[in-house]
């Protein structure tokens, strides 16, 4: 089975710029979740869908948005870019919900913001 | 969710079993101990979980104390490729709250 795809791998943009990072699960797996990496802050929740819905959210503004369509692939939006949004964007698939289920990872989108 | 503590750094020769700990004093009944690791510039990769019982599969060995309240990830034979930082995180067993919380792990580097 192919692994969890992002794309793009690298993404450069300028403050007040808005950003769509796409993701698309393990084939067969229904849940997607994202996350962010800064070196400062390591690896932090945005939120989790599962059919199409959102389940769980992290402690991220509102600019930070996602959504999840039929085919279980991904979409996360970040509007006005602020530079501290500079980070590696993980998107993890899993089956189904529940904690016997593994997350597992794609290898992310680098975004920078000049 | 439980905390966990790991030591920061670790080193193993090649071919040798690298041995890195965990404690999760904390860890309720329902609570997974899962492990995953991190190469430089790639996302995290699921390697290992369980409840209560020692876990093994292609990777790794997973041995979990009696009383739960630490574990042992196991890499049987090191290679270089296995040098990275190493993530114990334990996890609710609440439907609906999916988030995994990652600590600062132990970078473990193996030695030629």
Known sequence: KAGVTQTPRYLIKTRGQQVTLSCSPISGHRSVSWYQQTPGQGLQFLFEYFSETQRNKGNFPGRFSGRQFSNSRSEMNVSTLELGDSALYLCASSEGQGSNQPQHFGDGTRLSIL | ?112
């Open chain 2, 1 to 112: 969710d439980a905390k966990t503590t790991q030591p920061p750094s670790m080193d193993c020769a090649e071919g040798r079993a690298a041995n890195l700990p965990c404690n999760h004093s904390t860890i309720s009944g329902n609570e997974y101990v899962y492990w995953y690791r991190q190469i430089h510039s790639q996302g995290p990769q699921y390697i290992i979980h369980g409840l209560k019982n020692n876990e093994t599969n292609e990777m790794a060995s997973l041995i979990i104390t009696e009383d739960r309240k630490s574990s042992t990830l196991i890499l049987p034979h090191a290679t270089l490729r296995d040098t990275a930082v190493y993530y114990c995180i334990v996890r609710v067993a609440n439907f609906g709250n999916e988030k995994l919380t990652f600590g600062t792990g132990t970078r473990l580097t193996i030695i030629p």
